[in-house]
């Protein structure tokens, strides 16, 4: 697996256990950044207010990601300034996701663009389902279905009503 590697060589180089926790949670948190980048790029080329729409409503979901990554190097004594680099190069994935999908299906057919942004979509929905849903509906099972369908009718009111 790919990302047993991964983890193995981020050990490796910034030393097993504690001290590589807050780099693990950072490249997770950056392979997420990039997969988001990825649907906005996609977003992109299907028109730019849906790339608008996906990018705002990335903001919430990201923003918790990125204070828990550098509150992870915080706790480890990091200094300030190099926190604010570390919070800073998360930006990176976002922007490099975003416009390598922009430019690899520019050119594809709207049944192409449509269909990955589905794909991601459903990926997505399916991590929320699978995952988080379960340990969600242990303490408020109807509260949390409701959130979720909710949440997506929500955005599909708002992206109507932009679109």
Known sequence: MPQTAAIHTVQ???????????????????????????????GAVVASSLALLLALGQVSADLPEGFATVAGFKR?????????????????????????????????SALVQLSLLAFTAGILLSVAVEEIGPQAHEKEPRASALALVGGFALFALISTYVG
Do not use: H
């Open 12 to 42: 490796a180089r910034f030393g097993g256990g504690e001290e590589s926790g807050p780099w693990l949670v950072f490249f997770a948190v950056a392979v997420d950044l990039f997969s988001d980048g990825l649907m906005i790029g996609t």
């Open 76 to 108: 480890r004594g990091v200094p300030r300034s190099r926190r604010f680099v570390i919070s800073g190069a998360l930006v990176i994935p976002i922007f490099l996701g975003a416009t390598i999908r922009f430019w690899a299906v520019q050119d594809a």
